[in-house]
């Protein structure tokens, strides 16, 4: 199953081209503040299963004619892990990985959907970078979770760009620009995607292919992420697990489109505009 917002944030249930617009059926209130009809959703997601299974024969209206939104706006956290895949560390130049380094945080301000565009913060002189990841999204919250139980806690996975102006600045002041983590284009269900240990990601910018890695190959696998994750601080339905970049990381630039893509996932396609705020002064260093 693939659900996903649209619009004005209505939660649509995608079957093959077409999306079905859910929102009422699952009792979601669009214009709620803060966003967080679809962790509900997701939190009692046992109690919608057979609604939503029955749903997905009407006829709903074509994919490419709704503007997609990001799936969780109202994730508590956004748990990313850096230096995750082997052959990144290597491009990296860095010894110490994730097994070491643990995770950061993205503020879900960075959020944005596949009919969004990624904007890019109007400083000079800095590199801005995509990451191609994998993005986890636990359905079951929890603290403490051992890692054979992991898959107990995931509801799906989505797409996930973790874009990065290049620096010695703090990680998550680098990262947390409105639109520096795109997610989509929807999340497909754990139980419909099946193993998500050998998923081959790839990321084009302009039909150049960029990067090219396979999940096999992280460095922290899944049950392990969680696990540290949980160990400290709880874990709540709807937050994101950003699974960490393979190597091929490179420069975004105005007017440039970068498609992500993750086999039996999805892909998306996000242009790459320039935006006139965000000239903080850190950034003004050398």
Not at 5 to 29: K, S
Not at 113 to 139: Q, Y
Request: a negative charge; proline letters at 6%.
């Amino acid at each position: 199953m693939k659900l996903t917002r649209f619009n004005q944030g209505q939660i649509g249930l995608v079957v093959d081209d077409r999306i079905i617009d859910v929102t009422a059926l699952l009792g979601v209130d669009v214009n709620e503040w803060p966003q967080v009809g679809m962790n509900r959703v997701i939190a009692r997601f046992d109690n919608h299963r057979a609604a939503l299974e029955s749903a997905q024969s009407l006829p709903g209206v074509p994919l490419s004619s709704v503007k997609l939104l990001t799936p969780v706006p109202g994730a508590s956290k956004v748990i990313a892990y850096p230096i995750n895949y082997h052959d990144h560390a290597a491009e990296m130049d860095r010894t110490v990985k994730a097994n070491q380094l643990g995770f950061f945080l993205k503020p879900p301000s960075s959020l944005c959907g596949a009919g969004e565009s990624i904007v890019l913060p109007a400083i000079e002189g800095r590199r801005i970078d995509h990451e191609c990841e994998l993005g986890i999204i636990i359905g079951k919250g929890g603290r403490d979770i051992p890692r054979e139980r992991w898959q107990e806690h995931v509801f799906g996975y989505s797409c996930l760009m973790d874009i990065v102006v290049r620096g010695k600045e703090e990680r998550v002041a680098r990262k947390a620009y409105d639109t520096f983590c795109p997610v989509g284009p929807w999340i497909i269900t754990a139980d419909e995607l099946g193993d998500p240990t050998q998923l081959q990601g790839r990321l084009w910018v302009n039909d150049e292919l960029r990067q090219d890695a396979n999940t096999r190959d992280l460095i922290v696998d899944i049950p392990g992420m969680i696990e540290l994750a949980s160990h400290i601080m709880m874990l709540e339905p709807g937050d994101i697990i950003a699974a960490g970049t393979p190597a091929g990381v490179g420069p975004i630039r105005p007017g440039d489109k970068v498609r992500i893509e993750f086999e039996r996932v999805g892909s998306m396609t996000m242009d790459v505009v320039q935006g006139t705020g965000g000239k903080a002064s850190i950034f003004a260093q050398a």
